[in-house]
């Protein structure tokens, strides 16, 4: 889905041709959140430049809910998360699309798109909490800067990278197009790594609880999730990509159990 939101490919070449994108100095650096060392070749201000653009299609593509009580509380129980996550400083919001598809996504700087299938599926305010507590996870974490630094890098190379950024971005520019649309969006369809996604996990369960949220919920919303996957004729795509789903339930009942 994301790539084919960035359609405007000249602001990224702007954006290359700045040297707005990379931010090599910090490349190797510890994020506080998680306490382990990241490879980030992009900045945060790149991102959330290219973030902002990607909401802004979606909202296009995307049909809000004109549900105001679902908006109201879908941006209630995220403004009581992400408060609680300490990520004050990031311009938060909390959209519900209207799709009936399970399904929920994070943008790098704060933007947090719900499903209306995914609410629906929620059994109460506490399962709400716990997805938003993963999503708020995945910006913690900065997994947008560390998977679009990893694509970037392996597929141009740093030193290819930095060639391409000082005069001639030739087809430099799809590539990096390409790591960012695909390292953008986070969500229960579209995840990252094994260890991203338990990293959210981790993260999101202790999110929820300081924003006195019961981490049980957690536990009861992937159970349901899961069972609902594997009962279905053709599973929802999130199965396969992932952390096993035994694998999840057994680090979340030690987290919430
Ligand atoms: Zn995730």
Redesign the pocket.
């Known amino acids: 889905m994301p790539l084919q939101l960035i359609r405007d490919r000249r602001t990224l070449i702007k954006a290359l041709a700045a040297g707005a994108l990379f931010a090599p100095v910090a490349a190797c650096s510890e994020n506080p959140a998680t306490g382990r060392r990241q490879f980030v070749i992009v900045s945060d201000e790149a991102l959330a430049g290219m973030a902002a653009q990607t909401w802004a299609e979606i909202q296009r593509s995307t049909p809000v809910s004109d549900d105001a009580a679902l908006q109201a509380r879908l941006r209630r129980v995220g403004a009581r998360v992400a408060e609680r996550s300490g990520l004050t400083g990031l311009d938060w919001e909390f959209v519900a699309f209207d799709s009936a598809d399970i399904n929920a996504f994070?943008l790098p700087g704060g933007k947090v798109g719900f499903f209306r299938g995914l609410i629906d599926f929620a059994q109460d305010d506490g399962e709400i909490a716990a997805v938003m507590g993963?999503?708020i996870?995945?910006v913690a974490a900065r997994?947008a800067a560390e998977r679009v630094s990893q694509q970037l890098a392996v597929q141009a190379g740093v030193q290819a990278a930095a060639m391409a950024l000082s005069e001639n971005l030739g087809e430099f520019a799809d590539d990096a197009a390409a790591a960012l649309g695909a390292g953008l969006t986070?969500?229960?369809i579209?995840?990252?790594s094994r260890r991203?996604?338990l990293e959210?996990?981790r993260l999101g369960v202790g999110y929820m609880e300081a924003a006195s949220y019961a981490p049980v919920h957690a536990l009861a919303f992937w159970r349901r999730m899961i069972a609902d996957s594997e009962a279905r004729a053709q599973p929802l795509a999130w199965l396969s990509t992932?952390p096993a789903p035994d694998d999840r339930l057994e680090a979340l009942e030690a987290l919430a159990g």
Do not use: N, S
């Open positions: 994070v993963h999503e996870g995945h997994h986070y969500g229960v579209l995840p990252y991203h996604e959210a996990d992932h």
